[in-house]
């Protein structure tokens, strides 16, 4: 027996996700998983690609679980309402915490150090995972100001289990739409990741859009350039930046979201825009995968001392 886990919201997309990844996991053994609506129903109804058996459990059953490590994949604000959990290592995959000085904000590959021995970590949301892997080594380096614009498009799992016609096939198949555009919650969560880990204290204007499939995400972001750079020089950035890093890769091409679906990894790339003096940076995840699930794994792995690339994989799904 390994280390013992718990897991809640387990019946939705990002609590899916993790019971894939934990069911590979040579040192994490399962142990309480719980959903509220879902409580005492069959994990395989609302996971059948898992082929699990059992149920449900309650989640005040696996808050008070004395298990090594807890993941929360609640909605926001869930959590806190259920008390402190008895688990060693809390992983909330929810915003409550990330602007919260006693919890780790956790973008794994700039918090690295802290990582060892870390009880409570905040997950980073999607869009900022994937905006902040390609924004930050501009600014760290000095080389992008104000203005910061971002578009980003995810698949439809990134808002979760709706049964809302929004989220239906009907409405989306064949259309996408931008939606939060001047007041998603995700903004200011960028806008002190830059000011954390690039230096760079800016408004960010962020347009969030949906696209019509089940997994991935995409940023595409602009700044104005500080420096002289050229897309030689903007690519070496990234090399610098991301030497070494096994879940980080830097390409000349631009990403595209099918290559990284399923696994841990993203996908980066820049250009310069001489004309108009813009840097244009972008970034490929899983929006499950390093966008939620994937990171939340690999945070804990460091936390609790194990190889960090334990249960995750760098290697996508195609076609």
């Known amino acids: 027996m390994g280390l013992e886990v718990g897991v809640l ?13 934990l069911a590979a996991h040579p040192a994490l053994s399962l142990g309480p998983v719980a959903a509220d609506r879902a409580r005492s129903s069959s994990v395989r109804l609302a996971h059948p690609h898992l082929g699990a058996g059992g149920t449900f459990a309650s989640p005040d059953q696996a808050v008070a679980a004395e298990v090594d490590v807890l993941f929360s994949c609640l909605p926001s604000g869930a959590l806190e309402e259920l008390g402190e959990p008895a688990a060693h290592l809390v992983v909330d995959l929810s915003d409550d915490h990330r602007a919260d000085d006693g919890w ?4 794994t590959e700039y918090v690295r150090d802290h990582l060892s021995g870390a009880t409570r970590i905040a997950n980073p949301g999607c869009y900022p995972t994937a905006s902040l892997l390609c924004l930050v080594p501009f600014a760290a380096a000095g080389l992008i100001e104000a203005p910061v614009v971002i578009d980003a498009i995810s698949g439809t799992s ?20 931008a939606y939060g555009t001047t007041s998603h919650r995700h903004v200011p969560e960028i806008e002190r990741g830059l000011a954390s880990f690039g230096g760079l204290e800016t408004a960010v204007s962020f347009t969030p859009h949906l696209a019509p499939m089940p997994r991935g995400l995409l940023v595409t972001a602009r700044a104005n350039l500080a420096g002289e750079l050229d897309d030689v020089g903007a690519l070496e950035v990234l090399h610098d930046a991301y030497a070494g890093e096994q879940y980080i890769e830097v390409i000349e091409e631009w990403p595209e979201t099918k290559a990284v679906s399923g696994s841990n990894r993203a996908i980066v790339s820049a250009r310069v ?47």
């Not at 990134?158 to 739409?177: F, H, M, N």
């Open 9 to 21: 919201g387990a019946s939705g997309y990002s609590g899916g996700e993790l019971l894939r990844l």
């Open 273 to 319: 825009d001489a004309r108009t003096g813009f840097l244009i940076c972008s970034c490929a995840i899983d929006n499950l995968g390093k966008g939620a699930a994937g990171q939340a794994l690999q945070n804990a792995n460091m936390a609790l001392g194990l190889e960090e690339s334990l249960g995750l994989s760098a290697v996508g799904m195609w076609p």
């Open 158 to 177: 990134g808002a979760g289990r709706k049964t809302d016609d929004a989220y239906s096939l009907a409405s989306l198949s064949g259309s996408i739409k």
């Open 104 to 107: 780790l904000y956790g973008l």
